[in-house]
C-alpha cells in the first residue's frame, strides 16, 4: 500500500514573497530589466563604446545618425560639434550618472540614517533640532539648494555630487525618524532594553532592521532625483566641466547646434530620462511589494 | 482658528532665522578673502582692504556681523550687485513680474490639463485611458525640463516654426515697462499684434514649466478621488438615483480636490525652482535666469540675496498654503 503523503506548500521567505509582489509589477520588472542593461553598459563602457568619449573625428563633424542620409555606421547616433562619437559619450556618460547616483544615494542614506534614528531615538531637545534644521532644508526647492551649495563650493563633479547628497538629506531624517518612533514602542524594544541592551544595540540593531524598506523605496527613487539633479547642474555649467561625458553638459553644449542638428539635443535627454523613468517605475514597484498595508 | 495660525507662524520664524543664517554663511564660505573677492582681479591695496573691511563690518565678530546682515535684510537692504551696483532689491523686483507670468501660466496649464485628466482616470479606474493618463504623469514627472525644452522648441519653432525660440516679445515691438507682465503690458501699449506675440512666446515656456506639476496633480487628483469615490456616502447618493455625473462633480470632487490644493501650493517650490532651468533655456529675462547668470560673474550679494528671497517666497507660500488647508478642513485645524 502506497501512502500518499501531503505537504504542505513550504512558508515564502520574505525574499520570495517580496519577489512574487514585484514579478507582478510589469512596470517595475521593465525598469529593473533596463536598470541591469544600463548598470552593465556603464561597467563595460570602454568595451562596449565604439569610440573613445573624447575621440575627435575630425573628417566627420555633426556627423547625422546612421539611418539619416549622410551618416555612416561607424557613428551610430551621429557625432557633435566637434566630430565625438554621440553614442559613446553617451555610454560613459551612464557611468558617470550612476556612480555619481550611487555615492550621492549613499551618502545621504548614511547620514539620514544616522541622524533619523538619533532625532527619533533621543527625543527631546536633540530631536527638535535636528528636525528644524531639516524643516528649513525642506523649505528650499532641492534644485535651488544644491546651486546654492555648488555657487559656493565652486563647479566640478564632486561638488555637485555633494551637493546633491546635502539636498536630499531631509527626506531620509524623516523617514528613518518616523519609523524609529513607530518601532520604539514595541514590546521588542522594551524587553531588549530590559535585558540591558545599550543604546548603540538597540538603534543600530534591534530597530534599524525594521525600517529597511521605507529606505530601500526612497533610496530607489532618490536615484532617479540624483541623475536628474546632476544632469541639470551639469546643464547649467554646475556640474560637470567640459570635456567630461556627461549627459547634462552634453545637452548644454548642444544648446547652440538646436537648430541645426537634432540628434546632439535628442539622445542625451532621451537617456536621462529613460534611465529615470526606469528608477521610478522600480521604485513604486518596491512600494508596492514592501508595503504590506497594500499587499492583498 | 486663530491659535491655529498663530501656532504656524511660530514655525515660520525659526525658519526663516535659519534661512537668513544660511544665506549668512553662504557668503563667507567662499574659499578666500570677500573683499578680494569682491574686488575681483585687480586686488586691492593693504589700505583700502584695512578701511574696506572696517566699512563693510568684516573687522567685526561673526554674531555682530549676523546682526546687521539680518537688521539690513528685514529692512529690505540685501546689499548691492557687484557688477551693477545697483540694490539686489530693486533687480529683483524689476525681473521678478517675468518670473510669476510664466509661472502663473505655467500653473494654469497644469490645473487645466491635470485636474480633469485625474479626474477621469479615477471614473473610468482600469480603462485604456487611467493607463495612459498614469503612463503619461510618471513620464512627466521623470522629465529632465530642459531636454523637454529644447525638444518643444525643435519641434514646434525649428521645425514647425509655429512658436518664437526665446524672449518674451518679438523685437519690433517696443512695449513701456508699466506693470511689468508682458500680458498686460502689451495690451496697454495699444500696439496692434503685440498681445499675440506676448502669449506666442509664452506658450512653450509654459507648457515646459507646467509639465511637472501637471503630472503631480493628475497622480494626487486621481488617488485622492479614488479614495472618495469608494466611501460610503458616494454609495447612497448613487442609490438615492442622483445623475452619475452630478455625483462625481457636486458630492466626490469637493472633497476629493482638498489634498489636491495643497499639493497645488507645494508646486509653488518646483515651479520657481523650474524657472531656473526654463528661462536659462528660453531665455526668459527673469530671476531664475538672473541667479544662473549672477553664478556665472561670481556676483555674489546677487546669488545671496535672491536665494535668501525665492526661499522666503516659498516659505510664505507654503504658510499660506497650511493655513488655508486648515480653514478649508476642520480636521487639521483641531489635531495635536
Known amino acids: 500500500m502506497t501512502t500518499e503523503t501531503l505537504q504542505a506548500p513550504a512558508p515564502r521567505t520574505p525574499l520570495q514573497e517580496f519577489w512574487h509582489y514585484f514579478k507582478g509589477n510589469k512596470g517595475a520588472v521593465s525598469g529593473l530589466v533596463f536598470i541591469i542593461i544600463i548598470c552593465l553598459m556603464a561597467l563595460f563602457a570602454d568595451v562596449v563604446a565604439p569610440h573613445s568619449p573624447s575621440d575627435q573625428a575630425r573628417d566627420a563633424l555633426l556627423l547625422p545618425p546612421a539611418w539619416m542620409e549622410g551618416g555612416n555606421w561607424a557613428y551610430v547616433l551621429g557625432t557633435d560639434d566637434v566630430g565625438r562619437d554621440i553614442l559613446s559619450r553617451i555610454i560613459h556618460g551612464a557611468r558617470l550618472s550612476l556612480s555619481v ?15 533619523g534614528l538619533v532625532a527619533g531615538y533621543c527625543k527631546g531637545v536633540v530631536d527638535t533640532i535636528i528636525m528644524r534644521v531639516v524643516d528649513i532644508m525642506l523649505a528650499m526647492p532641492s534644485l535651488l539648494l544644491a546651486i546654492a551649495i555648488v555657487a559656493i563650493l565652486g563647479p566640478s563633479i564632486v561638488n555637485a555630487a555633494l551637493a546633491i547628497s546635502i539636498v536630499s538629506l531631509p527626506h531620509y531624517v524623516r523617514l528613518t525618524r518616523a519609523a524609529t518612533m513607530a518601532e520604539m514602542s514595541r514590546d521588542y524594544v522594551t524587553s531588549s532594553r530590559v535585558i540591558g541592551a545599550s543604546p548603540l544595540r538597540l538603534m543600530f540593531i534591534c530597530i534599524l532592521p525594521n525600517c529597511v524598506a521605507p529606505l530601500i523605496v526612497q533610496a530607489t527613487l532618490g536615484f532617479s532625483t540624483a541623475i536628474l539633479d546632476m544632469a541639470a547642474l551639469g546643464f547649467l555649467g554646475l556640474g560637470a566641466q567640459p570635456p567630461t561625458p556627461e549627459w547634462g553638459s552634453m545637452l548644454a553644449d548642444a544648446l547652440q ?23 521610478n517605475l522600480m521604485g513604486d514597484g518596491l512600494r508596492d511589494a514592501l508595503d504590506p498595508k497594500l499587499k492583498q | 482658528m486663530f491659535q491655529f495660525i498663530f501656532r504656524r507662524l511660530s514655525l515660520v520664524i525659526p525658519t526663516f532665522i535659519g534661512i537668513t543664517l544660511l544665506t549668512f554663511t553662504l557668503i563667507r564660505l567662499i574659499p578666500g578673502d570677500p573683499i578680494e573677492v569682491m574686488a575681483g582681479e585687480r586686488g586691492v591695496s593693504a589700505e583700502r582692504h584695512a578701511e574696506l573691511s572696517a566699512q563693510l563690518g568684516f573687522d567685526q565678530p561673526l ?37 510669476i507670468e510664466l509661472a502663473f501660466c505655467a500653473a494654469i496649464f497644469a490645473i487645466l490639463i491635470g485636474l480633469p485628466a485625474g479626474m477621469i482616470a479615477a471614473v473610468k479606474r482600469g480603462t485604456l485611458f487611467d493607463h495612459s493618463v498614469m503612463t503619461f504623469s510618471l513620464t512627466g514627472y521623470s522629465m529632465p525640463i530642459f531636454w523637454w525644452a529644447l525638444l518643444l522648441m525643435l519641434i514646434f519653432s525649428v521645425n514647425l516654426g509655429w512658436t518664437p525660440v526665446s524672449g518674451r516679445i518679438d523685437v519690433v515691438y517696443w512695449i513701456d515697462d508699466v506693470t511689468g507682465f508682458m500680458l498686460i503690458d502689451s495690451i496697454l501699449s495699444g500696439e496692434e499684434g503685440a498681445l499675440s506675440s506676448a502669449i506666442a512666446h509664452l506658450i512653450l515656456p509654459s507648457i515646459v514649466l507646467g509639465t511637472i506639476p501637471m503630472a503631480v496633480i493628475a497622480r494626487m487628483t486621481r488617488s485622492s478621488m479614488l479614495e472618495v469615490l469608494s466611501e460610503d456616502y458616494i454609495r447612497t447618493a448613487r442609490a438615492k438615483g442622483i445623475a452619475p455625473w452630478r455625483v462625481i462633480i457636486i458630492h466626490a470632487l469637493r472633497n476629493a480636490l482638498i489634498p489636491v490644493i495643497t499639493v497645488i501650493g507645494l508646486q509653488v517650490g518646483i515651479l520657481l525652482s523650474g524657472a531656473i532651468l526654463t528661462e536659462t533655456v528660453f531665455a526668459w529675462p527673469g530671476i531664475g535666469k538672473w541667479l544662473i547668470e549672477s553664478i556665472g560673474r561670481r556676483d555674489y550679494p546677487v546669488v545671496q540675496g535672491g536665494i535668501l528671497i525665492v526661499a522666503t517666497i516659498i516659505i510664505v507660500v507654503n504658510l499660506l498654503v497650511d493655513i488655508a488647508y486648515g480653514i478649508v478642513n476642520p480636521r487639521i485645524r483641531h489635531s495635536r
Open chain 1, 101 to 115: 547616483g550611487l555615492v550621492a544615494v549613499t551618502a545621504s542614506l548614511l547620514m539620514g540614517i544616522l541622524l
Open chain 1, 257 to 279: 547646434f538646436v537648430q541645426r542638428a537634432w540628434w546632439v539635443v535628442t539622445f542625451p535627454g532621451l537617456m536621462i530620462l529613460l534611465t529615470v523613468l526606469a528608477f
Open chain 2, 63 to 99: 554674531y555682530v556681523q549676523y546682526f546687521h546682515y539680518v537688521t539690513g535684510v528685514l529692512q529690505g537692504d540685501l546689499g548691492n550687485s557687484l557688477v551693477t551696483k545697483e540694490p539686489v532689491l530693486s533687480e529683483f523686483l524689476t525681473l521678478f513680474p517675468a518670473t
